[in-house]
């Protein structure tokens, strides 16, 4: 019951923030700005440039969001020390970084559904149709969003820095995109030390690459390699492990 | 001991990560080319192309690579190799092209292997591309190139006889005809093309021009109403003006 409320709480902090209305507002535009490339893309195939704009303007808003409302509203807690309230009643300090998370999971969810009602709108009035490739790729968005969620949690916890927070959470985004390119290039490297300290740095961070079927979402083909159970088994293992680590960390933490 | 569950919890989770994402990178693949085989061929577009790559957004940065392909080829030709360009009075002598563009837009081939890249199931692409290439600006040769792209790209489709790959093969085999000089066939592998429906106008435009060049008035009328029927404004005039020749010649006939 107690996380109950604390879950409530987080989803109503996150909605408070003026930032997430400005973002909403920009989302939508860019829908518009989809349009605009779809009338630029010739005649064959314009309905292409439409949900492929779309897809990855929601991925797109979703990061953003999560990534500047996870630092935002944490150190904010801190700051205007609202934390204290919350902690000085018997809520152990676990219940609420998992709280925390959950209530961000609970948005970005909203925000997915949300953002695809607009879109799958635009696409209907643009008389097409979508497959249900489409909607395995909006849940392997709230996936990958989910993964960058914990890690940005847990960037916020170990830092005291809210911007150095957002560029490392930023930077791993952009590390799990590029893993396989990075093993190559690791690969390449001729001290044998160095290698194998980056190649553990590498298997270390999530491979975001796996969930980025919005790339490739046409192909049935790739589609059908993609394994939910597996991804899903896969995003389990690194949000527990993550969503731990950082209640370990902020037990530590003096506030 | 509950603190020893979850110290215990997060050493498992934590050593379960290595082997998930070694597995994950030797048996998950994707379609697109390993980092070893990536060249970015044109330079302008070098920075937005990695951040496609990087930020994982190959293809909304492919379709933006598609409509900068589009304003190129629908540009004036600047781009002119003036040793290839056919001089004015020459003209008459490519009749048979939708264009007049020998020697002209050099860089064509990259604009289509930049979109291929970033997004190697675009097979409108190749489609668009192979035909532009060979019949348009006359060069087999960077079509050849661009169809093999396309072949090796799509070969997990080898075993659908109804798929993109057979598709560029046929594409391919026309431009081994128009190489060896055998019009004939080429002009019926086109029309197999044209027929099977996945080809884009302009190589319905393509195939149009060639049937008037050799005299088959019906079947290029019969192609440009086709056209024209298709509502695409940048085939609209020229098919309503050609539609109106060619029954002119197919009374005159």
Known sequence: ?255 | MKKLIRYCSIIILFSTVFPLNYNLFKNYSTPFLPIERTKLVLEKYFILDSVGIIFGLRKIISDIAWIQLLQYYGSEPYEIDEEESPKDEEHSHYEHMTKIQKGKYKRLLDYFKRVVLLDPLHTLAYFYGIGALAWNVERPQEALELANIGLENLKFQKGDPNSDYWEIFKYQQAIYYKLSGNYGDMLNKLKEIVESGKSPNLVKAILANLYKKYGYYKEALKIWEEILSSGDPEYTERAKIQIYLLKSRCVDG
């Open chain 1, 1 to 255: 019951m107690k996380i109950l409320s604390l879950i409530i709480f987080s989803i109503k902090e996150n909605i408070k923030t003026k930032f997430y209305l400005v973002i909403t507002i920009f989302s939508i535009f860019i829908i518009f700005v989809s349009l605009l490339l779809k009338g630029l893309s010739g005649f064959e195939q314009p309905q292409r440039i439409l949900v492929n704009t779309g897809l990855a303007m929601i991925e797109l808003f979703c990061l953003v969001t999560i990534l500047l409302n996870t630092a935002g509203l944490l150190l904010q807690d801190i700051e205007t020390k609202s934390i204290y309230i919350v902690l000085s009643k018997p809520i152990s300090r676990s219940k609420y970084i998992f709280s925390k998370y959950i209530g961000l999971l609970c948005l970005t969810l909203f925000n997915i559904i949300f953002m695809a009602f607009i879109h799958l709108i635009f696409i209907k009035i643009s008389k097409w149709h979508v497959t249900k490739e489409y909607f395995l790729t909006l849940g392997t968005i709230f996936l990958k969003s989910g993964l960058i969620g914990s890690i940005s949690l847990f960037t916020v916890v170990s830092m005291t820095s809210q911007t150095s927070a957002i560029i490392t959470s930023f930077l791993l985004w952009i590390m799990g995109h590029f893993s396989s390119e990075l093993n190559f290039i690791v690969g390449k490297i001729q001290t044998s030390f160095l290698q194998i300290i980056l190649k553990i740095f590498i298997y270390l961070i999530p491979n975001f690459q796996y969930f980025n079927i919005k790339d490739y979402f046409d192909s049935v083909y790739f589609v059908s390699k993609f394994n939910i159970f597996w991804g899903l088994a896969y995003w389990l293992v690194y949000n527990s492990f993550l969503i731990l680590f950082t209640m370990l960390v902020f037990k530590k933490k003096n506030l």
